[in-house]
């Protein structure tokens, strides 16, 4: 069945989502505040709207693809809540805090519409490819009800629980891969200067307990899995900006659930560091360059 799609937000990851939603034959109304995001999302077939509320205006879902929970909450209270037919299904694939997840649903929920947040992992090649992995907080009705648009966007959907989940999964995981991205290019450098090859140190930890994603898709050297950023002098990839952000994001439940963590705040703090020094575009995986210099190296 074919619907109307609103979507907000035509950048990096929502430029292509929306390519892939209208690939699929919806139609799409698209709507980004830089003429250069829209006349991208032109080109791959998304009619663009004046403005956000004429996109939503018209839709069976509204999808929002933003920088972060202030503009996802500006953008619902500014116009699209106001402008949607009652009962439109508003669909948030964008990271934000849970805090902030929780607030954009109740206020959707107000409005008489129906929310779900989905946020994403897979950036921008799992976005292209459609092969993104989506963690979907919402209640059964509505997860029932995004899931045909999501399997278009993702391969991977997993309903985490009702609204503010997805968010929190989305959370969680992205601190493990903050700190085990960090304790990865920690062991690398430890061998290097312990005389131990990259590549002996991959083939014993990628097939024993020190196994993990970091090391084995997005391995902080070059060499031992040749399409990991390394290789490309840490072209992203997922960039340091991004897992700042989301480390910031884990800061904050951590401190809002008195939670007794130290390795994510820890994780943030580098993260804060890496994107001031110069990592902001660089994938994050170049934090060993970080941790090589302040080993005197
Ligand atoms: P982006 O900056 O490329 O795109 C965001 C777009 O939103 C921009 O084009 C901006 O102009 C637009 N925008 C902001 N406010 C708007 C408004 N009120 N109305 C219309 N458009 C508005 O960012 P991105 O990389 O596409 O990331 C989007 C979200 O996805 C972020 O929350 C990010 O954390 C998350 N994410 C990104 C990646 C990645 O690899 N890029 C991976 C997973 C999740």
Redesign the pocket.
Known sequence: MTSTVAF???????GPMAGNLVAAGHRVIG????PE?REAAAGRGVEVAET?AAAAAQADVVVT????GR?LI??YQGELLAAAPAGTLFLDC??VDVHDARAAADLARAAGHRPVDA???G??VGAEAGTLTFMVGADQPEADAVWPFLEVMGKNLVHCGSSGAGQAAKVCNNMILGVSMIAVSEAFVLGERLGLSHQALYDVAAHSSGQCWALTANCPVPGPVPTSPANRDYQPG?MGA?MS?DLGLAVEAIASTGTAARMGPLAAEIYAAYTEDGGARTDFSGIINTIRAGSGD
């Open positions: 907000i937000g035509l950048g990096n990851m929502g709507y980004d505040l830089f995001a956000g693809m933003l920088p972060s503009h500006d953008a964008s990271t946020p994403v992992s950036g921008v997922f991004l952000k």
